[in-house]
């Protein structure tokens, strides 16, 4: 855990503020592959992280080999009628991380398969460690099909070339080619990750920025104009549609 104020802890899944008002959101579950129990630890902090007194901005983390291994195939082939309101909770909860009414930094410590990818582009900004972890799409080698909400937040985020790349061959981006491709914004040791995703946390905070009329209701409603397509798959078809695209 993170240094700070705790704020939720359960299961491996934690929220701690720091004085300066970044929030880390830590994910030590070992391989943190998704399923029922990590999607209500998830919403769960994403609570806490939502009750948090602002100027605040929030640092996902992983730890260890694993920042997420992905979704889980296991629990899935002995839940296959669960499968899909599974995958459709996970979608719900990355809207929120997507929405969020603060800057987002994803710290990818370790390998972000799949699900892992998603809860990092749907993070404003990410940093990578730069040695024994890889990002990818790993439908193509699965047989499975990405989801709409999957593709969405895809397009949302990344290129065209990016897509193609990683969606049509399954390729595993290390994090130079990860930076080369736009998928992250920053690489450096595994050491330095936690720490330079704070200092880009604690520089994004709306105080940091001089936003002298932040309202965090503004900058959610800014996220869901910019990601409209997103957004709204992910949410799923009962959505309210924003009243506005950019």
Same mark, same amino acid.
């Given at each position: 855990?993170?240094?700070?104020?705790?704020?939720?802890?359960?299961?491996?899944? !934690?929220?701690?503020?720091?004085?300066?008002?970044?929030?880390?959101?830590?994910?030590?579950? %070992? &391989?943190?592959?998704?399923?029922?129990? !990590?999607?209500?630890?998830?919403? #769960? /902090?994403?609570?806490?992280?939502?009750?948090?007194?602002?100027?605040?901005?929030?640092?996902?983390?992983?730890? $260890?080999? *694993?920042?997420?291994?992905?979704?889980?195939?296991? +629990?899935? $082939?002995?839940?296959?009628?669960?499968?899909?309101?599974?995958?459709?909770?996970?979608?719900?909860?990355?809207?929120?991380?997507?929405?969020?009414?603060?800057?987002?930094?994803?710290?990818?410590?370790?390998?972000?398969?799949?699900? %892992?990818?998603?809860?990092?582009?749907?993070?404003? +900004?990410?940093?990578? #460690?730069?040695?024994?972890?890889?990002?990818?799409?790993?439908?193509?080698?699965?047989?499975?099909?990405?989801?709409?909400?999957?593709?969405?937040?895809?397009?949302?985020?990344?290129?065209?070339?990016?897509?193609?790349?990683?969606?049509?061959? $399954?390729?595993? *981006?290390?994090? !130079?080619?990860?930076?080369?491709?736009?998928?992250?914004?920053? &690489?450096?040791?595994?050491?330095?990750?936690?720490?330079?995703?704070?200092?880009?946390?604690?520089?994004?905070?709306?105080?940091?920025?001089?936003?002298?009329?932040?309202?965090?209701? !503004?900058?959610?409603?800014?996220?869901?104009?910019?990601?409209?397509?997103?957004?709204? /798959?992910?949410? $799923?078809?009962?959505?309210?549609?924003?009243?506005?695209?950019?």
């Amino acid at each position: 855990m993170a240094a700070g104020k705790p704020l939720f802890a359960d299961d491996g899944v !934690s929220v701690v503020a720091a004085e300066d008002g970044v929030l880390t959101l830590t994910l030590d579950r %070992g &391989e943190c592959r998704i399923n029922p129990t !990590s999607i209500a630890l998830l919403s #769960r /902090a994403l609570d806490a992280v939502e009750q948090a007194a602002g100027p605040k901005a929030l640092v996902v983390a992983g730890t $260890g080999k *694993f920042f997420c291994n992905g979704l889980d195939i296991d +629990w899935m $082939g002995k839940h296959p009628q669960g499968t899909a309101s599974m995958i459709e909770s996970f979608c719900h909860v990355l809207a929120r991380l997507l929405s969020l009414g603060c800057p987002t930094v994803c710290a990818i410590t370790g390998h972000g398969f799949g699900a %892992g990818l998603f809860i990092a582009l749907a993070c404003d +900004w990410r940093v990578m #460690r730069n040695d024994k972890a890889w990002v990818n799409f790993p439908e193509l080698s699965l047989g499975m099909r990405l989801s709409k909400g999957f593709a969405e937040l895809s397009k949302a985020k990344l290129t065209a070339a990016a897509i193609r790349l990683g969606v049509l061959t $399954g390729q595993r *981006f290390t994090s !130079s080619a990860a930076l080369a491709s736009g998928i992250v914004d920053a &690489e450096c040791p595994e050491a330095e990750v936690l720490p330079r995703a704070h200092q880009m946390a604690l520089e994004l905070l709306p105080t940091n920025l001089k936003l002298m009329n932040f309202k965090a209701e !503004s900058l959610t409603k800014m996220k869901i104009e910019l990601y409209t397509d997103a957004y709204r /798959a992910l949410r $799923g078809p009962h959505e309210s549609p924003p009243h506005a695209r950019l």
